[in-house]
Structure formats: structure tokens, C-alpha cells
């Protein structure tokens, strides 16, 4: 059965490499790539031949069995009509989407879960992405055991450069010819990830301390896909490598738009990596606050979204009425003069030009702005460009005021003069007191690291929200993780004085903050790799997330409901299950288990000329949360069962706790779930039915269910939305 059957479904079996294809006289300019399933058994290349082989740019073992070739339009469509063709794609470009953040999830050295997950010793975390700056102390192996036996990978580095830690480094990048990052991305979420302890990390200074990824003792595979930009068939023959290199988790910070699972080059190959027993922890996508914005959505991804921790890089403009605005910003100097200055707002310069808001150089080029605060509106170019433009018309420091669709959500960014980044609605206080009088004053007020905002977590404003486009009866994202100015290594020095020149030298130790939900997915990988490490025998990836899911946090540090960047709570479309908390994850009572002959009629159907594959209800499928839809089509009411396994002491009891949503009840049976031994399986059924109390527009609305015993809380969220 598993991926035999699932390919079985899709018509793909068996292809190995081919050096020859088809006649070839077209010109190379016409060509593209294409991503091409197959099945060989049905002749499929009977008709292609002599195909020069620079034409075949990857072939897939392991991810379905197929090929990426560079064809013209007219050799793609006359495959169509031959035996055993299952489809050609033309391929897509893809978008790449701590010292504190470890502490922030309750990880302390030589104390609870970390330690007794030895901190992801021996599992194998394979990383998508930019590559690697292999020098930086963040790889150092001091300390690690050589890799598992298991490991069949290579180095494309020289012998020095791949050690204990990074194990295995492979390049699949046209445009480059090593695993070497020269962008930043992959060297990030890789020692997000397992990055080992390295003292002193900062960024000028600032969030000072003992960095380290989420499981430092965890080895690293690096797969390098983007480089200007991350191409699908590079990213599907870095999988096809990875799951038979032999990872246990596969991190992507990389995604597309919402699309059909069985054209979405991700999913597919996740799905071959589940098979495996390969976690694939995966970034939602930064097109938030609006609904239907994620990507990466097939259920057996862990699709993870973004959230704030509790650590500011605070900087406050006062202002000349001494009312006190706190925002944030990287670069915090000590001579700042704490007198007031002129304060302006660039938008009032010239009203003619609908750009100068935004403060870009070609608006600013002959405005003087000496001695002046500048305050800047956040669009069309980036705040650091927004404050080289300023300092250049002679302005001594900026105010960056963040757009309505950010409202509160704030960033640490590293600008080249003193400046702070303050959210929407204080942006609006600073621009009514410029208006309230002829001399506004101000100045800026640098605090330093401030540690303890008891609002954390907060959803980003940027982290994608579901519904899910693809699969609307599954609830995405999964998971919230740290994602908002996270303090990990860098390749090159980001110091922005422009008198100070990057070089390796200066990079050597360091480091970078910046935010995605592209940040936010390795910590989820790390937590994976710890929780593989503490259960090597027993878990699933589905089980490793359910367990991750059902144990989440749903309140922030004050304890009050997870909030979105307005301050209000979030709905479960953004937070999913609720913000990571590791140590109850690896202990979560009970699991929904998943196998992948499972998801095969709940989830996949393709009509491809060989088979059609009935579908059922998404909701039926044993998954840790639920999303149903209802219209006025629909019955009132639908059942769905669940299965539960005990991880538990073998003999326990759980009792449901139900909140239902409005509008909608919620029956479970049964009430009780007695186990008499460990790993036992248990079913219950939930009945959902619409009540006529419910209006005729769009809605959405949730509540969830709990099993609670003496130990445990085992939690799972219900989205509803109402059409």
C-alpha cells in the first residue's frame, strides 16, 4: 500500500533516469522547464527518443516517480496524447517566506524537555533553502556524535567545510555551483533550527546572549534550492535527495500560492517524505492578515505561522505635548541627544507628489531636512532605503509609521540613523499632534533590549491566514511559532553605518534579526527533531503533530487569549491549534494518529484518464482539529468520528469538555474514554448541527473540545464557517 498505492492513483509508478527522450531541433531560447509524471510501464516512451541529455534537468526517485525536462510548449503538449502521460507542468518560482526564543518557549539548559530530549541528538534536520555559511560558530560540531548510520548524503563543500554538524551539503541551484549561502535565508533557518550555543550573540548590541537553535545537538542537511529565486524542480530534486539521504525532518521556508495538491511540487514530495517516517515542517506564508493567503496546506504538512515573542529593541519618540510613544528599532545610539528637535511629516512637503509619504530617495532628493525628525509612512520601498534617503536630505532621525492593515505589529529593523518603527494607530497620535501646532518637536528615546511584553504571543500581521484554499476541511495553519525579529546567524555583517565596511572577517560571528513566517518554521522543525528524539521508536510524523497541536498554547503571557497584530483575539484561521509549547508536546497523553493510506479517498482525487479515486468528507479524516462549512444546502447536521491513541499511563480516563461555537451545536459520543492499556485506540464521534439562530451571510465562528483526565488536556480546536 503507502506511496505505491498513492502514486497508483496518479498513474505514476516507476522511471529512472533517461538520457535520451526525443528528436531534438528546437531552439534553446523557446525552452522552459517542465515538471513531467509519467508512467513507463505504459509506454510512455515509446514515441520520445534522442533527446539530448542536457534537455533532462532533474529525475525523481523518491518524491513520485518522474522528471523535470526543458521542453518548448509544443513538445509538452504532444506528450499529452501518449501512453502512460500523466501531466507536464511548466515549473514555478518560488518565494523564501535565536538568543531569546528557546527561553521564550520554556527550553533551559541542562533542565527539563531539553534536556530529556537531549536536545535533538542524532536526528537529521534536511534544510530548503539558500544554503549555508558553514564557517559561522552557529555550525561548530564540539561536542556531536558522528551522523546515524543511516546517512547516505554528501558534502559539495571541501572536506573541512562539513563536520558532525552540518553532515551532508547539496547544491541545486542553476545559478550557482555550491552549497555556499550568499543571501542570508538558509543560514538563518538553519541555526534557527539547530544552530549550537554560541556566547555573545547580538545585533548592535542588542538581545545580547547565548544564541542557539531550537535543537542544537540535532545535525544538519543542507539543501540549497534559491539563490535569486527558489525554482520548483530544484526544490522537488532537493527532496527526492533528502528522503533518500536519509533525514527525519524536512524544513521549507519556501512556498507558492494555494494550489491542487497534485500540482503542488511540495505537497507531493511531503507526502512521499511522510511515507518515510520524514516529518516536513513548513512555512504558511507571509500574505497575511487576509483569509485564504496560506500556502503549503496539504494536512500531512505541518504548516506553521508566525507570532511575536517577548523581547522589544525599544525605542520611544517623545513627543514636544510629552506624550510617549514606544516603538522599536536595531540600531540604538548612545549620543542621541535627548533634547527636542523639529519634527516633520514627509507627506506635507509637497502635496503634489503622492510618493514623498513614503520618503523614497527620488521624493526626498532635493528637500532639505536638516536638524529635522522626519516621520516616513511604511510602503513602496524599505525603511532602511526610507532612512538612507532621509539622512541624505540632511534629516538626524526617523519615525516609520506602519500601515492600518499592520495596526500594532512593529519590527526591530537595523536603519542607518537613529529612527523607530511605531505601529498604525500610534502613527495617527504623532500626526495629529504635528497638526496641532506650528512647532512640532520631538526626539527619540533609545531603551535598549526590553524582555517581558506580556502581550507575547502575538499573531503577526504579515503570517497567512485560512481558511485553506486547497483543502477547506482542514483547518490551517497548524501551528503558531516565534517568527518576529528572531536573532539567529548571518553570513555577513548587517551594520548599516555607512561608514563601516561588511566583510567575512566581520561576519564571522555574526548574526541578523529579521521576521516571516519563514523564521517561524524552523523553530517548529526543532521542536519536531526534539520531539523525535525523545520518542525515536513510536511516533509518526502525524502523531508528532498531533502532539505539538493538542497541547498548544491558546492564552498569551498575561494570560488572556492570543491576540492578532489589532490587539483583539485571534480567530483560529491565524493561530491554528495555538502557539507551540514544546515540554507539554512531548508528553501529550493522547495522539490523533495518521497513516498514509489514510489521507488516500479523504484527500486526493485526480481524474488523469487511468483511475478516478472517490472522495469523502476532508472533516472525516483523523486529523487534531476541525473545519467544517456548512450552506443551505448542506443537512443541518454532520457526524464525523476520531480516533484517539493513549500515550498515557495504561490505565486512565478522559471526560470531553466541550465550547461549542455560536450558532452551531456540538455533540460528542461518548462522554468518556476509558483505557485499559498503553497504546490502546479509542473512537468517539462529533456531531456538528447549524442552528436556526444562525444569519444568511458569511460567518465565521469557533469553540473546541477537550479530553481532560487527572494529567492531562487534550484540545481540539473547531472552526466553523457558515455560508
Request: glycine fraction near 8%; proline fraction near 6%; include cysteine.
Amino acid at each position: 500500500m503507502g506511496l505505491k498505492h498513492f502514486l497508483t492513483l496518479i498513474c505514476i509508478l516507476n522511471l529512472h533516469l533517461l538520457h535520451t527522450f526525443a528528436d531534438d531541433s528546437t531552439n534553446t531560447s523557446t525552452l522552459e522547464t517542465y515538471i513531467i509524471h509519467v508512467d513507463i510501464n505504459l509506454g510512455f516512451f515509446a514515441r520520445f527518443k534522442d533527446l539530448e541529455s542536457y534537455r533532462i534537468v532533474y529525475s525523481y526517485r523518491n518524491v513520485f516517480k518522474g522528471f523535470a525536462a526543458r521542453l518548448s510548449a509544443d513538445e509538452a503538449k504532444a506528450m499529452e496524447n501518449n501512453p502512460g502521460f500523466i501531466s507536464a507542468e511548466p515549473e514555478m518560482k518560488l518565494d523564501m517566506d535565536t538568543t531569546h526564543s528557546p527561553n521564550f518557549l520554556g527550553l533551559n539548559q541542562n533542565t527539563g524537555f531539553w534536556q530529556h530530549s537531549n536536545y535533538g541528538k542524532s536526528v537529521i534536520i534536511g534544510v530548503v533553502d539558500t544554503g549555508v555559511f558553514p564557517s559561522h560558530p552557529s555550525f561548530n560540531d564540539e561536542g556531536m556524535p558522528p551522523p546515524p548510520t543511516k546517512w547516505k548524503g554528501k558534502c559539495d563543500f571541501n572536506q573541512t567545510a562539513c563536520n558532525n554538524k552540518i553532515i551532508g551539503a547539496r547544491y541545486f541551484d542553476s545559478f550557482d555551483d555550491s552549497p555556499l549561502d550568499d543571501h542570508g535565508h538558509g543560514t538563518h533557518t538553519a541555526s534557527t533550527a539547530a544552530g549550537s550555543f554560541v556566547a555573545g550573540a547580538n545585533v548592535f548590541g542588542n538581545a545580547n546572549g547565548t544564541a542557539s537553535g531550537i535543537a542544537p545537538m540535532a545535525h544538519l542537511a543542507i539543501y540549497k534550492v534559491c539563490s535569486f529565486f527558489c525554482l520548483e524542480s530544484s526544490i522537488l530534486a532537493a527532496m527526492d535527495a533528502a528522503i533518500e539521504d536519509g533525514v527525519d525532518i524536512l524544513s521549507l521556508s519556501i512556498g507558492l500560492g494555494s494550489r491542487d495538491f497534485y500540482r503542488d511540487s511540495i505537497a507531493l514530495g511531503a507526502f512521499s517524505a511522510m511515507e518515510k517516517g520524514i516529518l516536513v515542517s513548513c512555512s504558511a506564508g507571509n500574505r497575511g492578515p487576509v483569509n485564504f493567503s496560506t500556502h503549503n496546506e496539504a494536512p500531512w504538512i505541518l504548516t506553521v505561522g508566525a507570532s511575536t515573542i517577548d523581547r522589544k529593541i525599544r525605542a520611544t519618540a517623545l513627543l514636544g505635548n510629552n506624550e510617549s510613544i514606544n516603538g522599536e528599532t536595531l540600531f540604538q545610539p548612545s549620543d542621541f541627544p535627548s533634547t527636542l528637535l523639529p519634527l516633520v511629516y514627509a507627506g506635507s512637503l509637497n502635496t503634489r507628489d503622492p510618493e514623498i509619504q513614503y520618503c523614497t530617495r527620488a521624493s526626498l532628493d532635493k528637500t532639505d531636512l536638516r536638524g529635522m525628525i522626519v516621520v516616513c509612512e511604511l510602503g513602496l520601498v524599505t525603511g532602511v532605503s526610507k532612512g538612507v534617503a532621509v539622512k541624505n536630505a540632511g534629516g538626524v532621525a526617523m519615525i516609520l509609521v506602519y500601515s492600518q492593515l499592520y495596526a500594532n505589529m512593529t519590527f526591530s529593523d537595523p536603519h542607518v540613523l537613529p529612527a523607530t518603527d511605531v505601529g498604525y494607530a500610534d502613527g495617527l497620535k504623532i500626526k495629529t499632534y504635528i497638526n496641532s501646532t506650528t512647532t512640532p518637536m520631538a526626539t527619540i528615546l533609545f531603551k535598549g533590549t526590553i524582555i517581558g511584553d506580556d502581550r507575547a504571543p502575538v499573531v503577526a500581521a504579515f503570517s497567512s491566514r485560512g481558511p485553506s484554499r486547497a483543502s477547506s476541511g482542514i483547518l490551517k495553519p497548524d501551528i503558531i511559532g516565534p517568527g518576529v525579529n528572531i536573532l539567529a546567524a548571518w553570513p555577513v555583517s548587517v551594520e548599516n553605518n555607512t561608514n563601516t565596511k561588511a566583510t567575512f572577517n566581520i561576519a564571522y560571528k555574526s548574526t541578523n534579526i529579521i521576521y516571516g513566517t519563514s523564521m517561524a518554521c524552523p523553530h517548529l522543525s526543532g521542536v519536531a527533531a526534539l520531539l523525535k528524539s525523545a520518542h525515536p521508536d513510536h511516533w509518526s510524523p502525524a502523531a508528532i503533530k498531533s502532539a505539538i497541536m493538542t497541547t498548544a498554547d491558546v492564552v498569551n503571557l498575561a494570560q488572556n487569549p492570543i491576540e492578532d497584530e489589532r490587539f483583539v483575539p485571534a480567530a483560529l484561521f491565524a493561530t491554528g491549534s495555538g502557539h507551540v509549547n514544546p515540554s507539554r508536546a512531548s508528553d501529550p497523553g493522547l495522539i490523533y494518529d495518521l497513516k498514509s493510506e489514510d489521507y488516500v479517498g479523504s484527500i486526493l482525487q485526480r481524474k488523469v484518464g487511468c483511475s478516478v479515486e472517490s472522495r469523502i468528507a476532508e472533516a472525516q479524516l483523523n486529523y487534531p482539529s476541525f473545519a467544517i462549512s456548512f450552506d443551505r444546502l448542506q443537512p443541518i447536521s454532520q457526524t464525523y468520528a476520531r480516533s484517539v491513541t493513549n500515550v498515557d499511563e495504561p490505565v486512565s480516563s478522559y471526560v470531553v469538555e466541550i465550547v461549542p461555537p455560536p450558532g452551531i451545536g456540538v455533540l460528542v459520543e461518548p462522554t468518556t474514554l476509558d483505557f485499559t492499556e498503553a497504546n490502546q485506540i479509542l473512537q468517539y464521534q462529533v456531531t456538528f448541527t447549524r442552528l436556526e439562530s444562525t444569519t444568511n451571510t458569511t460567518v465565521y465562528t469557533q469553540g473546541y473540545l477537550k479530553w481532560n483526565s487527572d494529567k492531562y488536556s487534550v484540545r481540539t480546536p473547531i472552526a466553523v464557517t457558515l455560508l
